[in-house]
């Protein structure tokens, strides 16, 4: 398949990130940059499970809270304010008709979903909040960072299961490019810390079991890797045309330079085994991004620590990329955020390009024979020209970035 070139030179301006490895992207890229992991045993009882949890005073949502916003919300409006801080951008002083949010989540207001029902079922309907329908909406992360920000133009949210972060940043490349707004909030963010989301999961064996050791739990591309480990959080990025960041004098983070998408059309969990819908996906971001696969320098791999969602991944990239360029997971620190993964990882990658280090996949102590990867289990200087961030969700969906420095 060739893919047509889209000229997209926009430009990371700000950086925002909320997750279990720290509030905020300084904490959270330094953990996950010295490979500390973060699952714990799960809280909540009676269902076993690990989780990575995220810790923050909802009491810094100030006035916010008076619109009632869902736990995913109020993650994603916390990190949304870091990235406009980061971009020194004023809402106050800005023309909001000209700037779009584009949020991608996988279960929205999930939380807030399951908790009225069980009020429904246990108390009555007079003890269900009149709250409980707009904030548990999936585009209500995305229209409360509107109301929040006099954000006037495209407001959306997308839902591609796990790679939803990283569509929405596709999404946003594409609006910047047709010109339909100047400025973009563009990310993902999950709370699913929930009991049917836990026992779905596990229902269909995609949690790992390593309770022994709730911190070695998550074991990317290991041999002993049984699952995920379910965590949550949010990232987002401020996208502005490098010729708008320039003329504004904004400080440039990075820049994406690509993005491709795919679909498997094989199976509602499983990933195509012939890896065919990945491959797709980041020969559409190299050909959008106009490099060569022997450019790309870095990888932040989907590796969610499955035993057959690793395999397929390994062996697509060791097809596509025979130089082997060095290959992390950093789901083995923050657990997998499912819909925030793949705007969290590419913020992680914004960074990994911007700093020259490639971060660690922690927990790696047996590599999987079958994985012919480059893996450093410690961070490694390098600089780096092109990096992909590959995301993968359930449906078979796929998301793939291409970031290079500013």
Known sequence: MTFRRIVQDVSVTGLGMLTPAGDGWRTGWERVRDGQPTAVLGPLTPVPHLACVVDFDSARLGPARSRKPDRCTQLA?????????????EPARWNGARVAVVMGSSYGGIEM??????????????????????????????????????????????????????????????????????????????????????????????????????????????????????????????????????????KVRGRIKGFGASSDAYHVVKPGLNGAGLTSAVREALARAGVLPEDVSYINAHGTGTQVGDRV?????????????????????????????????????????????????????????????????????ERLQVALSVSAGFGGQNAVLAIAPA
């Open 113 to 250: 979903l399951e908790s009225e029902h069980r009020a429904l079922l246990e108390k009555g309907s007079k003890a269900v909040s009149p709250y409980a329908v707009p904030t548990s909406l999936s585009n209500s992360v995305s229209a409360q960072l509107s109301i929040e920000f006099a954000a006037m133009g495209p407001s959306l949210t997308v839902n591609t299961a796990c790679a939803s972060g990283a569509t929405a940043i596709g999404t946003a490349l594409d609006l910047l490019a047709l010109g339909r707004c100047d400025i973009v909030l563009a990310g993902g963010a999950e709370a699913a810390i929930t009991p049917f989301n836990i026992v779905g999961l596990e229902r269909i064996g995609a949690l790992s079991h390593h309770f022994e050791d709730p911190a070695r739990a998550v074991r990317p591309f290991d041999v002993g890797r049984d699952g995920l480990v379910i965590g949550e959080g949010a990232g987002v990025l401020v996208l502005e045309r490098t010729a708008d960041a320039r003329a504004r004098g904004a």
């Open 313 to 381: 991944e390994a062996a697509v990239l060791a097809e596509l990329f025979p130089h082997r360029p060095p290959v992390s997971s950093t789901k083995a620190v923050t657990g997998h955020l499912m819909g925030a993964a793949g705007a969290v990882e590419a913020v992680l990658t914004v960074l990994a390009v911007e700093q020259g280090l490639v971060p660690p996949t922690a927990n790696l102590e047996n590599l999987d024979p079958a994985v012919a990867l480059d893996i450093p289990t410690k961070c490694r200087e």
């Open 77 to 89: 409006l916390l990190a949304a304010r870091e990235a406009l801080s980061d971009a020194g951008l």
